[in-house]
């Protein structure tokens, strides 16, 4: 087996008096395709914030190719998310004033890359995802979905090693989420792209390559044992 | 009722309650000096400066106390906007709980009245405490000044401007407190015009059109005016009294027209640069200007007016340097109040910026995850006030100047017409600089990433 693309090692968080993680340790392989499942308040969003650098646990590390992300600063770890790292979260979050193509293209143009090119790669991505029709359109005139699909292309841009998703169908319908996922998985495979995603859907767990179930804060190790 | 308005006036903060009623405090005082302006005698039985003193000037001075309401009566309808979301979040919570949406209305604007009516009533007392700090000297008074009293004056030094043989008339106090307080009322209720009350919540009404240059119409009618004042036939057939009326007027058509054109001009930037920027910074706040220009331009109105005033002074000054000795009181006191004016467009940019960020709380936090550094964002509120601020300001001062020298050519005004939109350009963007670093820590707490969401 490969040296793990990511590793938690005895990861603690809480928030006030609630312990939302207590000692989590996972690896993740690359090019893996892992669900983090379990109920509401179990530690999952949690979990995969921190391992994507956004929030910091209290005690424990994440190792991400090795290195320590505790060992980076602010600016390092914000340098990281953009351009190791794709978020995707339940409500996509794309910027309100901005048009399609624009969201998809902001990442490029935070790398410094030239806007025309920009403009070329975000509408190539929004052709592939299948909303390039909604290139000049503002997400509060999109669908659930097809806002989903915007801010997966703009996450997808810079040709993450890893995308975390968080509950990325939670806010869709059956047939919308179904697409969204399907999408998701198709690129992330296509571009050997490792995928963390936290979900409540059994049946985006079920398209995974493993599963890690979270219960009380803690990697519930009993689930799948019998 | 009242009770219930007083429980979502503590629930709105008292940061936004204080702001609201020190903007109507400020506002009554300006209006009674201008009044007790009103009552003054042709020679009054006190000394006060002579931009006061003087009955040619006497007007001016009213008209410069006026136009130093506008901006507090701007950071009012900012202040009312501070935090709509959480507003809105009440109001519809109070929908859900059975309240008509007339009820909610009146509930709104009764939220607003309270600190309105307290902050009028304050600025009687504001007003009677510029009396004793900047009134005239009686002509009678042979007193020796209290230790307080000379304190007072090592700071304000020989500022007289408040007359005080005369006191505006008891009416005139219930007028202007009521006055006030009513608009305070108004302002809550145009600032709430673009939502609908519904039991799931304020749902707003429909995109709006980009705004109109309908202020230029106004502009160009001043301008035409000033251009036929000195070449018209009636010029010489007017008073002196007639003669500042006209002036006052046309300074407030050029203000109105400066002030109504923010809000097409913050499009319009907001549009040129958004279509040529590669910066995110300036493409995030050039898009949010074509976005929803309105606010933006409403916030920076006032470096307009500040703009067109500092434009007109700096065009005198040019005019008397070789004689500025009779002036020199008159024209450092406009400074300061320029000065003053400034610090309160500050305050209103600055409640526009926190307001913005904290209505986009969710997408910003998502650019902060997806490794948007904090610095883009903060850039990004100051293109979008810059954008809109630096260049209303700009050409207020050139408008400012051209119509001074317009009025009354002199050969060493050239370096004043050029000077005072760069000077004025600058000063602005500073207070740009200043108004976004004054909420930094708003923006440090929405784009802090561990707010996105977290079980």
Redesign the interface.
């Known amino acids: 087996m490969s040296e793990p693309i990511l590793r938690a090692r005895g990861l603690r968080k809480a928030?006030g008096r609630t312990e939302?993680l207590r000692g989590v340790s996972v690896e993740i392989q690359p090019g893996e395709i892992v669900a983090v499942t379990g109920p509401?308040?179990?530690?999952?969003?949690?979990l995969l914030?921190t391992l994507?650098g956004?929030?910091r646990p209290e005690s424990g590390e994440v190792l991400y190719d090795g290195a320590s992300l505790a060992d980076l600063g602010e600016?390092a770890r914000?340098?990281?998310?953009?351009?190791q790292?794709?978020?995707l979260?339940?409500?996509?979050?794309?910027?309100?004033?901005?048009t399609a193509v624009?969201n998809v293209a902001?990442?490029l143009?935070?790398e410094k890359h030239?806007?025309a090119a920009?403009r070329r790669s975000a509408l190539g991505w929004l052709e592939r995802l299948g909303v390039d029709g909604l290139a000049d359109v503002?997400p509060?005139e999109m669908s659930g979905g097809e806002m989903q699909r915007v801010a997966l292309a703009?996450?997808l841009v810079t040709g993450p090693r890893v995308l975390f998703a968080?509950e990325p169908t939670g806010a869709l319908d059956t047939v919308s989420g179904d697409e969204v996922l399907t999408v998701l998985l198709a690129e992330a495979k296509q571009a050997g792209s490792t995928v963390l995603v936290v979900t409540h859907d059994n049946r985006v767990a079920a398209r995974a390559d493993r599963e890690i179930v979270l219960r009380d804060g803690a990697v519930d190790d009993t689930w799948g044992a019998a | 009722m009242i009770r219930l308005a007083g429980t979502l006036v503590r629930a709105a903060g008292w940061p936004r309650t204080l702001l609201l009623a020190a903007c109507t405090a400020v506002v009554t005082a300006l209006l009674l000096v201008v009044i007790a302006y009103a009552e003054l005698p042709a020679q009054p039985d006190e000394w006060l400066m002579s931009v006061v003193y003087d009955t040619g000037t006497r007007g001016g001075a009213a008209g410069g106390a006026l136009v130093l309401a506008l901006p507090p009566l701007v950071l009012l309808h900012q202040v009312v906007r501070f935090g709509t979301s959480a507003r809105e979040r009440r109001l519809a919570a109070l929908r859900l709980a059975g309240a008509t949406p007339r009820e909610v209305r009146r509930l709104g604007a009764i939220e607003v009245g309270i600190p309105s009516a307290a902050g009028a009533l304050l600025g009687v007392l504001l007003f009677w405490l510029l009396r004793a700090v900047a009134g005239g000297i009686r002509h009678d008074d042979v007193r020796t000044p209290s230790m307080y009293a000379q304190q007072v004056h090592r700071f304000v030094g020989n500022v007289h401007l408040v007359p005080v043989t005369v006191a505006p008339p008891w009416w005139s106090y219930v007028a202007v407190v009521v006055g006030v307080s009513l608009l305070g009322v108004a302002v809550g209720l145009f600032a709430t015009r673009a939502v609908v009350a519904t039991p799931l919540g304020l749902v707003r009404r429909g995109?709006r059109a980009a705004p109109r240059p309908w202020g230029l119409v106004v502009i160009v009618l001043a301008i035409v005016f000033a251009t036929s004042y000195t070449s018209a036939a009636w010029y010489d057939r007017m008073s002196d009294d007639e003669d500042q009326i006209f002036g006052v007027a046309l300074v407030a058509m050029a203000l109105v027209g400066l002030m109504s054109l923010a809000p097409w001009l913050a499009w319009l930037t907001g549009r040129v640069a958004a279509a040529r920027?590669?910066?995110?910074a300036v493409?995030?706040g050039a898009?949010?200007l074509?976005?929803?220009p309105r606010p933006a331009g409403r916030a920076a109105a006032g470096a307009g007016g500040i703009g067109l005033v500092a434009g007109g002074w700096a065009v005198f000054v040019a005019d008397v340097s070789g004689d500025s000795g009779g002036y020199a009181g008159p024209l450092a006191l406009v400074a300061l109040m320029l000065l003053a004016a400034l610090l309160v467009v500050v305050g209103s940019l600055a409640v526009h910026s926190v307001e913005q960020v904290v209505d986009?709380r969710?997408?910003i936090?998502?650019?902060?995850?997806?490794?948007?550094?904090r610095s883009?964002v903060t850039a990004s509120q100051r293109w979008e006030l810059g954008l809109v601020a630096v260049p209303i300001a700009t050409i207020g001062a050139l408008a400012g100047a051209l119509f001074l020298a317009s009025v009354e050519w002199e050969p060493g005004m050239g370096v004043a017409i050029v000077a005072a939109p760069v000077v004025t350009g600058l000063l602005v963007w500073l207070a740009v600089v200043i108004a976004v670093g004054l909420v930094s820590p708003a923006t440090r707490h929405v784009t802090d990433?561990?707010h996105?969401?977290?079980?």
């Open positions: 928030f939302a509401s308040g179990s530690g999952k969003s949690t914030l994507a956004i929030l600016d914000t340098k990281l998310r953009r351009r790292f794709g978020v979260l339940q409500f996509g979050h794309l910027v309100p004033e901005l624009q902001l990442p143009l935070l030239d806007r920009s503002l509060g703009r996450a968080d | 995109r920027a590669s910066s995110v493409v995030l898009r949010r074509v976005h929803d986009r969710p997408s936090a998502a650019l902060a995850a997806m490794g948007t550094p883009v990433v561990a996105l969401r977290a079980e």
